[in-house]
């Protein structure tokens, strides 16, 4: 764990504690809403320790205090959340090996992390990018949510503050780079497009599942080197 | 709510986020298929900035949210520090909603 500390320049760690800045406003919001709905102070705090991915748990909450079915709230999140398993495919050797590393670790998976680690060059800092950004984000996300829960509705609109835009902006800081190696940056645009085009017909999190369709743009290389 | 809906969603989160760690390493998979794997995980990302950034819930977020995005994009091409990315993001956006632009 140590070596994480050592890898890690000055400029990743400012990249981080920005996002996670970020993530315990959002935290609080998500807090804030919460108990403004009606529901209790624990529901916030142990959906965030437990489930650990802001967007399934703003949907489930909002489907709740409209009144809604917890089934479809679940199954909502649910298929949100489905991406987590193409991307621990794509990372799962980041993590670590043996299983207590896997076992936390995984839980430490999400979009940040993953895409923190994928802009990495080499893999000990991939592996110390992995870490540092899923920790500091669990840590910030709940610290955030247990702040909003308590504090009712003091950020009642992140929005306000341009918050939403720091997510989308983060991911596209960390995706540019790989955009430019070759045979990327046309799957990646054609699955954005799928993604975008199908997003006013269908329930959330599918659109970015579909966006997987991208990969047909992906060039034959082994093929053309064995013709 | 309950506690059993939570649980539920947990559970199957992290079975989401375990399962594709543990799958990467019991599979030996030849090099295209990593190769895929790292490109589908690229795409994924990709498409959640292209949504994140141009739609709220089924509709269009309105100009302010991609112009912030967009300013954080070009800084970061630029290789600006993420921290001026991230200030300069939310910063546009929140003057475009303080101006009055959706």
Known sequence: MRSIWRTLDAELWRGVLAIAVAAAVNGASFGAIAVAAGLALWVPVVMSVLIFAGGSQYLAVGVVA????????????????ARHLPFGLAVGDVIGRGLPARLVGSHLLVDESVAFAMAQRDPVRARAAYWACGASLFVAWNVGVLAGALAGTLVSDPNALGLDAVFPAVMLALVLPALKEAGKARPALLGAAVALATTPFLPAGVPVLLALVGLVAVPRRREEVVA | MTILPILVLALGTYAFRLGGTLLRDRVTMPDRVRELLSTGALVLLVALVATSSLTKGQSF??????????????????????????????????LLRLAGVA
């Open chain 1, 66 to 81: 409209i009144g809604g079915n917890p089934i479809a709230a679940v199954l909502g999140g649910l298929v949100l959340n």
């Open chain 2, 61 to 94: 977020a309105g100009w302010s949210l991609p112009a912030g995005v967009l300013v954080g994009g070009v800084l970061a091409w630029r290789k600006a520090p993420f921290v001026v990315v991230v200030i300069a993001a939310a910063t546009t956006t929140a």
